[in-house]
């Protein structure tokens, strides 16, 4: 072989051999690039969860699991599970006799109006912040709930953990969520003497305890009741309640008494002299 032929050969050989190396790099190297362009733009879904429970957990997605069930890396409640139950619940008012199912029960859009919600002070002074979110309302307010208390260290009932929007009279929008929180309750005026028990019982219903603060103002008394002799504050565990006409002139005849003390309101209150405003359900 000439030497010219070796060198055409050797070339052709070259540039055959880097031909060859131009598409192994292609064949191989575009699938890891893919797939490392799939693993960073996968989505990671991450939930916020409670803490409170010994036994449940629900997470900001409205689902409730056991400790065991909980997905180690997006923190949310694993398999397919109901969203917002309200499992153990009474949903007339709004409260649960479980920490866990109270928070899913009020991540329900239908059932916590957000605009509402996140309006809501975290606590009681004036440069109180409000909530961040639906779920930092819901957790919150299931948790820690005046209405739910009585005499500030015993419960009114097992369904202790309520999620309802509290009421704000210095609130611009008050009546509207007023409103909204007494949907589904019977506003129901007793006879003299009569208790809220009472009342309601003789409708087959039940009394609501927690809805008396709503019902525990002026502007609400007026609504359902003449109030002929003024709206005033008192103290005592019938009111909200109207004055009868034929009370003795010191008890105030025709007046609509409301409490200042919140405590004490109550559905076993009763006065001979008074009727009651009671909320039934």
Sequence with gaps: MSKSAFNINHSKFISSSFCLFLLFLIQFSSPVSSIRKDISLQDTNTCRTTVQGRYLIADDMGQVCDALSIDPQSRCCRGKRDRYSCHGCNLVSQCCNSYEFCVSCCLNPSRTQKNLALNVKISKPITAGTYSSIFDFCTGRCRHNSES???????????????????????????????????????????????CDT??????????????????????MHKYLSCKGGCLSSVGADQPAEVVDDAPRDLNPGACLYTSQVNMLSCDGSHQHTKRLCPCA
């Design 149 to 195: 208390v009585v005499h500030e260290n015993a419960y009114l009932s097992e369904f202790h953990h309520c999620f309802s929007i509290p009421f704000n009279s210095s609130s611009s929008d008050s009546n509207v969520q007023t409103e909204v929180r007494l949907a589904g309750i019977n506003i129901v005026i007793g006879t003299r003497g009569e208790s």
């Design 199 to 220: 009342v309601c019982k003789s409708s087959g219903q039940s009394c609501v305890p927690n809805k008396f603060q709503l019902l525990n103002q002026c502007e609400m």
